[in-house]
């Protein structure tokens, strides 16, 4: 059984993913964060939601150096610094990133910072010994929340194969459908449409609109 590790999965998305993929008896799961006692209560709460005791809390730095892949939740604000403090442990491991470079407070808007996507910042901070996959960013937290079926797609970019196949199982134990949407420079478009669905949610009063792919 593999290790996963959430870091900064105490957030919004973070324990929704962490309880999915710890009920599918498919990973051992590490919720990571700046501070070990908030770290600890997420994975009781989460524990006593599931029955079991199947998730463990540690700070960033301890998940991240025991797990042999590591997703990474965290705001954009918080994305450099927490990576940076990361880069040595990180190395030789799969990270997905879920980073999404919102400018608040006008979300609703697309920001590209730089020219580059969130997945491409990381990749930069982290240098070739770490494969960063970007995924998960068009996911509802409102749906991660509870055990219902998500009726959406997760777009999977990133430029080594083998590690966009393991996110791939990411989606499966999570139970949701996959698509490979290429290389990681793509990740400017698929996170970009995080900002397109927040729009959408405001406008038509929704809290979960999100992306499905016709025609596979």
């Known amino acids: 059984m593999k290790i996963l590790a959430v870091l900064g999965g105490t957030g919004n998305q973070g324990p929704g993913l962490a309880r999915r993929w710890a009920q599918s008896g498919q ?9 070990a006692e908030k770290a600890k209560q997420v994975a009781n709460d989460l524990n006593e939601q ?3 005791n199947l998730i463990t809390g540690l700070v960033n730095d301890e998940a991240a150096r025991a797990a042999d892949i590591c997703v990474l939740t965290v705001p954009f604000a918080a994305q450099g610094p927490t990576l940076a403090g990361l880069k040595e442990t990180l190395q030789g491991k799969i990270l997905v990133d879920v980073t999404v470079p919102l ?14 996507s969130a997945g491409q910042t990381a990749q930069a901070i982290l240098g070739d010994g770490v494969r960063v996959v970007s995924a998960f960013q068009n ?24 590690a966009k196949q393991e996110v791939m199982a990411l989606c499966q134990a999570a139970e949701l459908r996959g ?24 406008r038509y009063k929704v809290k979960g609109s999100g992306i499905r792919i016709t025609g596979i």
């Open 27 to 35: 990973y051992q799961v590490i919720v990571g964060s700046r501070q």
């Open 179 to 202: 698509i490979d949407a290429g290389p990681l420079q793509n990740a400017v478009a698929v996170e970009a449409l995080t900002s397109v669905l927040i729009g959408i949610n405001i």
């Open 139 to 162: 996911i509802s937290a409102e749906h991660l929340a509870d055990d219902h079926t998500i009726d959406c797609d997760v777009l999977i970019c990133g430029d080594d194969k083998e």
């Open 50 to 52: 599931l029955g079991q």
């Open 103 to 116: 400018k608040p407070p006008k979300v609703a808007r697309v920001n590209i910072p730089d020219g580059l």
